[in-house]
């Protein structure tokens, strides 16, 4: 059976880091489906045109990749586009606390989904969206946090 895994995510906006666990994910799975979560009670600092745009600009021809937005919960957007996998990044202790919660819930409310976690390399460990809001609120220059093909505007 041909393997579909999901990475949901905020994306907002994409960073070095999500880049790459994408491409580690690719190694791994038949089909990535990258899924920008769009929750009208969330706050973001990028509209959800810019976000897709970034992530379209990053994966401009890989045929595994797949890039769509959803809102609603991960497990249905997963049963409905036949996704067995839930794909998370950890980066630190702080995210494992996170992620085993929503990954044990997920669980319970899908037991045929199964989610698998990346260790995020020691390089990107650091790396995270809302630090890069943090710098590009202030101005700041954070291209080295992004991935290559983007550029903020
Ligand atoms: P969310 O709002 O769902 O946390 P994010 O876009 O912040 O969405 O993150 C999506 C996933 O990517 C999460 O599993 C997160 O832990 C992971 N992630 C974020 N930054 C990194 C990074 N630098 N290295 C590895 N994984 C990361």
């Not at 957007?77 to 998370?88: P, T």
Request: charged share 25%; hydrophobic share 40%; proline share 4%.
């Amino acid at each position: 059976m041909k393997k579909t895994a999901v990475f949901p995510g905020s994306f907002d906006p994409i960073t070095k880091g999500h880049e790459a666990i994408i491409n580690r994910s690719t190694q791994i799975f038949d089909k990535v489906i990258i899924a920008i979560g769009e929750n009208s009670k969330k706050k973001y600092l990028f509209d959800i045109e810019k976000r897709k745009k970034w992530i379209k600009q990053t994966f401009p021809e890989n045929s595994k990749i797949d890039i769509q937005v959803y809102s609603g919960l991960t497990v249905d957007f997963c049963l409905n586009n036949k996704a067995n996998f839930i794909v998370r990044g950890l980066r630190s202790s702080f995210d494992f606390e996170y992620e085993q919660a929503i990954a044990l819930t997920n669980k319970k409310l899908a037991p045929t989904i199964e989610t698998v976690m990346l260790f995020a390399e020691p390089k990107y460990s650091m790396v995270s969206s809302s630090i890069v809001r943090d710098i590009i609120n202030n101005k700041g220059n954070a291209e080295q946090f992004l991935p290559d093909a983007i550029k903020i505007d």
